[in-house]
Structure formats: C-alpha cells, structure tokens
Nanobody
Framework: EVQLVESGGGLVQPGGSLRLACAAAGFTFSSYYLGWFRQAPGKEREGVAYISYGVSYTDSVKGRFTISRDNAKNTVYLQMNSLKPEDSATYYC??????????????????WGQGTQVTVSS
C-alpha cells in the first residue's frame, strides 16, 4: 500500500521556523521526484518546492524554504524559515514518476499525502 504521511506542522509566530517531513512507503522512493504543495482556504493548490536531480521553488519562498530528501529513510523534508502569515496553509507532499506536467502542477504527481496544517500567526 502506497503511503505518504506528513508531519511537523503547527502554529508558529511570524519569523519563526518549521520543518515538515513526509515519510513514504509502498513504492520505490528513490525513483520518484517529490514535491511540496500548499493550499489555503479559498485558494488553489500551489506548488511550493520540488526535488529530483535538482531543486525548484516558487518565487514567494525562494531563500526561505529548503527541500531535501533522504532516500535511505524514504523521507522528504521542507525546512521553512522566516515564515510569514501568508505561508499559512495545509501543506501536502507528493511523489511523481510520469512527468505528465510541470513540477508545480498537481497532474505531474501520482501519490499524495493527507496534508499537515501550518499556521503562522502572532
């Protein structure tokens, strides 16, 4: 059974940091590219970061967020620094193989986690 399980979300003050983790099982993790998406209430799901042989970020998080992966642990991480209230959203990890879309498009991914809530507020 394929599983992607996110953890590490929570409430943090503006300027603070959080580290999200996504543990994978049920597929050959090292063969897949990985992404982090987020969705705020009333907004579309947005691609935040991507890792394959290289990394990519949406402009609004460049210099603040870092995506990494540990293939030995079947886990992908998102280190989030200098958090802003507009970063508040449910964050999802995703795994893809088919390259059926651009990295920031949901259709490029085969598997999704259930999401973890991040709230940035004072």
């Amino acid at each position: 059974e394929v599983q992607l399980v996110e953890s590490g979300g929570g409430l943090v003050q503006p300027g603070g940091s959080l580290r999200l983790a996504c543990a994978a099982a049920g597929f050959t993790f090292s063969s897949y590219y990985l992404g982090w998406f987020r969705q705020a209430p009333g907004k579309e799901r947005e691609g935040v970061a991507y890792i394959s042989y290289g990394v990519s970020y949406t402009d609004s998080v460049k210099g603040r967020f870092t995506i990494s992966r540990d293939n030995a642990k079947n886990t992908v991480y998102l280190q989030m620094n200098s958090l802003k209230p507009e970063d508040s959203a449910t964050y999802y990890c995703a795994a893809g193989l088919s390259r059926s879309g651009r990295w920031y498009e949901a259709r490029a991914y085969n598997y999704w986690g259930q999401g973890t809530q991040v709230t940035v507020s004072s």
